[in-house]
């Protein structure tokens, strides 16, 4: 049974930081592209940040290049998100994704609140 769950997710104030993690199980983690999606609030949900299986290509949304880094450790089977620098506008639900071929997983989300 495949399992991704997320965690780190919290309230900090703007400016700060948090560091997302998505523990997998029951799956080849290596074998998948990994990404982080967020849903603000009456928002539609968006791609944060990709990673190849193999770690070596990454992809941002405009949003957040330079503040947020995505980053794997397969042996590990865990999936990051540092997030710096946060706003207020980053608020949202933030899930992550595995992917492979047409195959598709999601975590139940974690969520992240930037506020003072």
């Known amino acids: 049974q495949v399992s991704l769950v997320e965690s780190g997710g919290g309230l900090v104030q703007p400016g700060g930081s948090l560091r997302l993690s998505c523990a997998t199980s029951g799956l080849t983690f290596s074998m998948y592209a990994m990404s982080w999606y967020r849903q603000g609030p009456g928002k539609e949900r968006e791609l944060v940040a990709v990673i190849r299986s193999t770690g070596d290509m990454t992809n941002y949304a405009d949003s957040v290049k330079g503040r947020f880094t995505i980053s794997r450790d397969n042996a590990k089977k865990t999936l990051y998100l540092q997030m710096n620098s946060l706003k207020p506008e980053d608020t949202a639900v933030y899930s992550c994704?595995?992917?492979?071929?047409?195959?598709?997983?999601w975590g139940q989300g974690t969520q992240v609140t930037v506020s003072s």
């Open positions: 994704n595995a992917r492979w071929s047409t195959v598709n997983y």
